[in-house]
T-cell receptor, first 111, second 116 residues
Framework: DAKTTQPPSMDCAEGRAANLPCNHSTISGNEYVYWYRQIHSQGPQYIIHGLKNNETNEMASLIITEDRKSSTLILPHATLRDTAVYYCIVRVDTSGSRLTFGEGTQLTVNP | NAGVMQNPRHLVRRRGQEARLRCSPMKGHSHVYWYRQLPEEGLKFMVYLQKENIIDESGMPKERFSAEFPKEGPSILRIQQVVRGDSAAYFC??????????????FGPGTRLTVT
């Protein structure tokens, strides 16, 4: 699976958009970009994933650049409960493909 | 629709005892994964199972650790003769089987193992 690079930490004001970047310059054509988060030692929570088109769900939006070498996770209106470690993971989309977690980004939402 | 269930949530064992961790996947999910998170470290893949089959155990320590996912019942991660270094949070995840498309994994709340 392709390696990803994320900033170790970010801050965001409550109610503002949180934009979390991820670089995956060695991504292959059949690899998806997944985002998970882990809130204070709870089980990781799936957020969103995409291949090359931008995606949106009730939790977040995922913007993938045209060359697919980077992406941004957007939490449109961050709340205190969004404080967590966010992981960007690139993996081949096949059954049984493991998730390889890196260091992630510690997002702190401030009141 | 209940999520992934793990029990016990907390488990304390003395050195040399056995630890059994259970995972019930989400309804309709036939793939189970186990991950371990050591204190102050990231999540590491351990093993991937389908019903009655171990598909990928490349992340499992070579000794004392085993996993199963029987035809009936939960998946079990078994650690024999536990040592202090086994103290960690163990997470189970499940995903559905489909003939194509993405396979997001849904995680349980974890079992926190403490070896004294």
């Amino acid at each position: 699976d392709a390696k990803t690079t994320q900033p170790p930490s970010m801050d965001c004001a409550e109610g503002r958009a949180a934009n979390l970047p991820c670089n995956h310059s060695t991504i292959s054509g059949n690899e998806y970009v997944y985002w998970y988060r882990q809130i204070h030692s709870q089980g990781p929570q799936y957020i969103i994933h995409g291949l090359k088109n931008n995606e949106t769900n009730e939790m977040a939006s995922l913007i993938i650049t045209e060359d697919r070498k980077s992406s941004t996770l957007i939490l449109p209106h961050a709340t205190l409960r969004d404080t967590a470690v966010y992981y960007c993971i690139v993996r081949v989309d096949t059954s049984g493909s493991r998730l390889t977690f890196g260091e992630g980004t510690q997002l702190t939402v401030n009141p | 629709n209940a999520g992934v269930m793990q029990n016990p949530r907390h488990l304390v064992r003395r050195r040399g005892q056995e630890a059994r961790l259970r995972c019930s996947p989400m309804k309709g999910h036939s793939h189970v994964y186990w991950y371990r998170q050591l204190p102050e470290e990231g999540l590491k893949f351990m093993v991937y199972l389908q019903k009655e089959n171990i598909i990928d155990e490349s992340g499992m320590p070579k000794e004392r650790f085993s996993a199963e996912f029987p035809k009936e019942g939960p998946s079990i991660l078994r650690i024999q003769q536990v040592v202090r270094g086994d103290s960690a949070a163990y997470f189970c995840a499940s995903s559905p089987w489909t003939s194509g498309g993405a396979y997001e994994q849904y995680f349980g709340p974890g079992t926190r193992l403490t070896v004294t």
